[in-house]
T-cell receptor, first 112, second 113 residues
Framework: DQQVKQNSPSLSVQEGRISILNCDYT??????FLWYKKYPAEGPTFLIS?????DKNEDGRFTVFLNKSAKHLSLHIVPSQPGDSAVYFC???????????FGEGTQLTVNP | DVKVTQSSRYLVKRTGEKVFLECVQD?????MFWYRQDPGLGLRLIYF???????EKGDIPEGYSVSREKKERFSLILESASTNQTSMYLC????????????FGPGTRLTVT
């Protein structure tokens, strides 16, 4: 039972344009969401997060949007840069828990 | 900065061998985790530990065991390696409390032949 799903295995965008990565979840107990970025041969690194009490969180070029009624979140990267090319994982947690549940990942390629 | 280190970047083992993967973190974190990453499956939790000598099964514990004798060290053990355990293994740690971010090591690429 995949509780966190990233339906797009890959996404390709031009440098300078917006990248939008999507994530859906099924467990209504999830109330904290995170995005991680992973380069080949490296561990994932934390990028940005959002609590369920918010619907938007922004950090520089990265913005995460949360739509609780649709159980959907998205990560916007504006403007996209070639260095953003990586696999992006969406993850979710419950407030009282320590563990994260990850999606399958989306490979983002930003073309110069 | 949090530093999570893993004992090997690449490992090749034979079927049936006992394999030890070691993870060390330097931030006094209470919680530690072992994941495996496979294409199209994302990161799947194998085991985690929220304190010394404590362990909890994750989503795919079969064929694995863990050991946490010291707070900074969390070991993953493959009792009898099989080819379907060929994967990227990632260790992570986090503090307890209100912060949810986990900090990952660089990973160990294990190949079982």
């Amino acid at each position: 039972d995949q509780q966190v799903k990233q339906n797009s295995p890959s996404l390709s965008v031009q440098e300078g344009r917006i990248s939008i990565l999507n994530c859906d979840y099924t467990n209504s107990m999830f109330d904290y969401f995170l995005w991680y970025k992973k380069y080949p041969a490296e561990g994932p690194t934390f990028l940005i997060s959002i609590s369920s009490i918010k619907d938007k969180n922004e950090d520089g070029r990265f913005t995460v949007f949360l739509n609780k009624s649709a159980k959907h979140l998205s990560l916007h990267i504006v403007p996209s840069q070639p260095g953003d090319s990586a696999v992006y994982f969406c993850a979710a947690s419950v407030t009282s828990g320590s563990r994260l549940t990850f999606g399958e990942g989306t490979q983002l390629t930003v073309n110069p | 900065d949090v530093k999570v280190t893993q004992s090997s970047r690449y490992l090749v083992k034979r079927t049936g061998e006992k394999v030890f993967l070691e993870c060390v973190q330097d931030m006094d974190h209470e919680n530690m985790f072992w994941y495996r990453q496979d294409p199209g499956l994302g990161l799947r939790l194998i085991y985690f530990s929220y304190d010394v000598k404590m362990k909890e099964k994750g989503d795919i514990p079969e064929g694995y065991s863990v050991s946490r004798e010291k707070k900074e060290r969390f070991s993953l053990i493959l009792e009898s390696a099989s080819t379907n355990q060929t994967s990227m293994y990632l260790c992570a740690s986090k503090t307890s409390g209100a912060r949810y971010e986990q900090y990952f090591g660089p990973g160990t690429r294990l190949t079982v032949t």
